[in-house]
């Protein structure tokens, strides 16, 4: 927590990320709350509107190999502004849709603004100005972020129950415009990235982690973004099908966000005391243990509030993780990089992820989408023991 203390302009960038991740990754969680309501308008089948969602993921994946050269030769600052104004008619789009294909053309726009302005955008920014410290940086943006779904369903599901959902696309729209982007232009510090000794020193580093240590990162951090992007898209279906009623679903699914920021808080004030690898570790062992526990409890209220409780510590604590993994393998100038190559089966595990999950469900009930989500949870808990027997010396050293 020192350079909340030591660098100013660090904690005023840190609270215009929290402003605007949230407003970005709470918009686009509208068919969590809504879907229903969209597929009646649409005539679309809900797993075909969570299909939106998967767009958007897909879109994001592939647009950010190519953002990475935007990132090292413009610096994030303008990227993230570039995003935002894309994302504006994006919404104003969905808001005018009446049929799929332009519900579906929404999200592919929406989709190429969250490649610029969603997570890697933001860490790739805190890694300009934080360098070493970017780890806290993230884990100190993420006590906020993380209350997106606390925040949004509830407004989400205000908004829509008096404007209905094409009217809150349109103040989505109008709250990027006039809030997101002025923050970016204004609030921001001008680049200024590591361009001297320090970071051309290091490249020769990079190269010495080998291939397939970079395949188990993104095996381990892909299979974890399949779970937990997709339970959390899914969370109130998911737990409708359990049997809660649709009420207490949501007051289940919109404390999942604090909890998450509590796991993350955690994380946070250990400092420098445990790396990524450290704390995916943990997370990871979290995880399936919680889909295991509703797995066999037959909705009961009480295992569902154990769920919610160690299931949102873990997928709290593992957003820390796969944003803070490659740090341990990689220096600052080839942070952006490494995260821009991730970003794709990342994003493209999370696009596959809500479809499938709530089409499982729709099939086959919670039992389904639980027991392959569980699969792939021991599977990244697998990767992150194999992960850390590689950690790098030094990295091991800080992470005691």
Same mark, same amino acid.
């Given at each position: 927590m020192r350079f909340l203390k030591s660098d100013g302009r660090l904690v005023g960038v840190l609270l215009v990320l929290a402003i605007t991740q949230l407003v970005g990754w709470g918009t686009i969680g509208l068919p969590a709350i809504v879907g229903r309501d969209l597929a009646a308008d649409l005539g679309m089948s809900l797993p075909a509107v969570f299909a939106g969602t998967s767009v958007l993921y897909v879109t994001m994946g592939l647009c950010a190999p190519w953002l990475a050269k935007s990132y090292a030769r413009h610096g994030a600052r303008k990227v993230m502004m570039a995003g935002t104004l894309v994302a504006v008619p994006g919404f104003i789009l969905l808001s005018f849709a009446r049929e799929p294909l332009l519900y579906f053309g929404a999200w592919l726009v929406l989709g190429m603004a969250g490649s610029a302005t969603l997570s890697t955008g933001a860490y790739i920014l805190l890694n300009e100005i934080a360098g070493r410290q970017a780890k806290s940086a993230i884990g100190a943006l993420m006590l906020v972020t993380g209350l997106s779904s606390s925040i949004f369903w509830p407004t989400t599901s205000f908004l829509s129950s008096h404007l209905g959902w094409r009217g809150t696309c349109l103040v989505y729209a109008a709250v990027l415009l006039l809030v997101s982007l002025p923050l970016y232009a204004f609030a921001v510090p001008r680049r200024s990235v590591v361009t001297g000794g320090g970071a051309a020193a290091k490249p020769a580093h990079v190269p010495a982690t080998p291939?397939?240590?970079?395949? +188990?990162?993104?095996?381990?951090?892909?299979?974890?973004?399949?779970?937990?992007?997709?339970?959390?898209?899914?969370?109130?279906? +998911?737990?409708?099908?359990?049997?809660? @009623? @649709?009420?207490?679903?949501?007051?289940?699914?919109?404390?999942?966000?604090?909890?998450?920021?509590?796991?993350?808080?955690?994380?946070?004030?250990?400092?420098?005391?445990?790396?990524?690898?450290?704390?995916?570790?943990?997370?990871?062992?979290?995880?399936?243990?919680?889909?295991?526990?509703?797995?066999? %409890?037959?909705?009961?209220?009480?295992?569902?509030?154990?769920?919610?409780?160690?299931?949102?510590?873990? %997928?709290?604590?593992?957003?820390?993780?796969?944003?803070?993994?490659?740090?341990?393998?990689?220096?600052?100038?080839?942070?952006?990089?490494?995260?821009?190559?991730?970003?794709? @089966?990342?994003?493209?595990?999370?696009?596959?992820?809500?479809?499938?999950?709530?089409?499982?469900i729709t099939q086959f009930g919670g039992r389904g989408a639980l027991g392959l989500t569980f699969v792939c949870s021991c599977a990244a808990l697998l990767m992150l023991v194999l992960l850390g027997r590689r950690r790098p010396q030094v990295a091991a050293a800080g992470a005691i």
């Open positions: 291939r397939s240590t970079f395949g +188990l990162v993104v095996c381990a951090v892909t299979l974890n973004a399949f779970v937990t992007f997709g339970l959390s898209s899914v969370l109130i279906e +998911l737990l409708r099908a359990e049997g809660l @009623p @649709p009420a207490q679903a949501l007051a289940f699914g919109s404390m999942l966000g604090v909890i998450q920021v509590s796991a993350r808080g955690l994380d946070f004030l250990g400092g420098g005391r445990w790396d990524g690898i450290t704390t995916g570790l943990v997370a990871s062992t979290a995880l399936p243990l919680s889909m295991l526990l509703l797995m066999v %409890s037959d909705g009961v209220t009480w295992a569902v509030a154990v769920f919610i409780l160690v299931y949102g510590a873990g %997928s709290g604590a593992m957003a820390v993780a796969r944003a803070t993994i490659p740090l341990v393998f990689y220096d600052q100038a080839e942070f952006a990089k490494a995260m821009s190559m991730i970003a794709l @089966p990342l994003n493209l595990a999370s696009a596959l992820s809500p479809p499938l999950l709530v089409g499982l």
